[in-house]
């Protein structure tokens, strides 16, 4: 075989190596010649394993070279039910949604699954709820609450306000296995704080990911919650509950500035602590805007890496945000009904245009005001 003919793939082989509790697999995968030189003494030793492979290779006329293109994978391990086991007696899982939002309630559930020698079939992909796409999550919620006994607790925006959202989130957890409706001997709780319950607690770091009832509560929570954002959305249009079902997006912050806060939000938050009944000072500036005024801009904080821009005339005309490791200008105008429409506006010609820093000044120089 000539050395500048090109060697065919000849096989390809999955090795799996453990590491600990890590698995890892090596896919080696014969390259073309001249080989390259293996950079590192892990790479060297992957490719001394693919001797096994010279017999193959000259059996069918294939020179083999040592050299392999090697892509090292972390194997996914998904949550099992070995937690499960190692308890004793009737073993509830615990997780909670919506503890970071600026709207709505914090929702817990708890599930208690059947003691199966295996994990079903129906089960099949059951993980984190954020790592679980939205029609599959629906898909394993249905299946969860066909097989397994599941409680449902929830904590309001008032008693969030009231207790703070730590304590809010261990009232909706207790109300959750009260809602179970049965006595269970022991309790596996995502995180590292326990409510107080009357049976065996065990803590996970994220046990979503390690522990297959934690994972059902989560998808369970989850989807409960979904549905209320989604439902409270249709009462007040305008925040994108929708979609960011309460979380700060980008959308939600600008909404809370053009239109305030609702009585879902949570006041007790520190961005809406600038968003008070009283205060309109900036809810008269969100209108369709022929020309922006540029001898003098204002720069709002909403979040730490997004702040709204009005000119001189108190229009909204943008924002300046973080991304890709700099400050970047968007440019925002609004349709004729109100609608936001990023990238319009009377400075659409400047969107995305790159900015020092997120100063007043440095935006008239990066505008070429």
Known sequence: MSKDAPVPVAYERLCKLDRGERSWRYKLRLTRWPPNKPSSKRSRSLCNAGSNYRGYAAQRGVEFRRTATINCVKKPKLPDLSFERAAHGVVAGIDEAGYAPLAGPVVAAAVVLPQWVRKPRALHGLNDSKQVAGPERERLYAAIIQIARFGVGIATVEEIDTLNIYQANMLAMRRAVADLGITID???????RKPRLACHMTTIIKGDTRCLSIAAASVIAKVTRDRIMHRLAETYPGYGWETNVGYGTDEHYLALLRLGPTPEHRRSFAPNLFFSDSDTRFRCRFAAAVSARLERL??????????????AGDSHVGVLKWLRGGWFFKAIGYSASGEVVLGAGPLAAFHNRAVAEPHAPALLVALGA
């Open 186 to 192: 022991a309790a596996l709780i995502d995180g590292n």
């Open 298 to 311: 204002q720069l709002l904080q909403l979040r730490a890496d997004l702040h709204a821009v009005f000119d």
